[in-house]
């Protein structure tokens, strides 16, 4: 079995505490410019901003969420989704400036099931990605689990329409 060693990680998890409070709300509250460096935030908008993710996966790692603590996208409401969009497609602009990747991952992992870390607040991840370079699950498990057929998935989602 291969070992993958990430010791900067251990910062996080052993400083990390059930009643922290958000990260996102917190860092999203503006105070000022010195702040916003230290923070790591890189744009502001009306409904959203941008920061760099300070555990990041890869270098220019960064996430863009809304000031509002909003658990689902519905939740977020249709202005703050819009410059989501908006402000991640600056930002994919600015790491094929930055870093040349070979592509960009963005997503979002909505939900304690669905991998979230900062559960309750969603947010946008936005990295560069090179050839090369290796897909965290794909290294650990070289598996994928899909627990229903395509057609079971299809069938659900066309009733739900």
């Given at each position: 079995m291969d070992h993958l060693f990430?010791?900067?990680r251990y910062r996080y998890v052993s400083a990390a505490k059930q009643d922290d409070a958000c990260i996102f709300c917190v860092k999203g509250?503006?105070?000022s410019e010195e702040v916003d460096r230290a923070n790591f935030v890189l744009a502001r908008g009306a409904h959203c901003f941008a920061l760099l993710n300070i555990?990041?996966?890869t270098?220019?790692?960064?996430?863009?969420a809304p000031y509002t603590h909003s658990a689902t996208l519905t939740a977020a409401g249709t202005e703050a989704l819009e410059e989501i969009i908006g402000m991640t497609a600056k930002f994919e602009a600015a790491l094929q400036r930055a870093y040349r990747p070979g592509g960009i991952n963005i997503g979002m992992n909505v939900g304690e099931a669905a991998g979230a870390g900062v559960v309750g607040h969603i947010h946008m991840h936005v990295l560069p990605r090179w050839f090369g370079d290796v897909n965290f699950m794909t290294t650990v498990a070289e598996t994928r689990v899909v627990p229903e057929s395509l057609e079971d998935a299809?069938?659900?989602?066309k009733a739900a329409l």
């Open positions: 990430s010791p900067w509250a503006w105070v555990y990041p996966y270098g220019g790692h960064l996430m863009v299809y069938a659900k989602l």
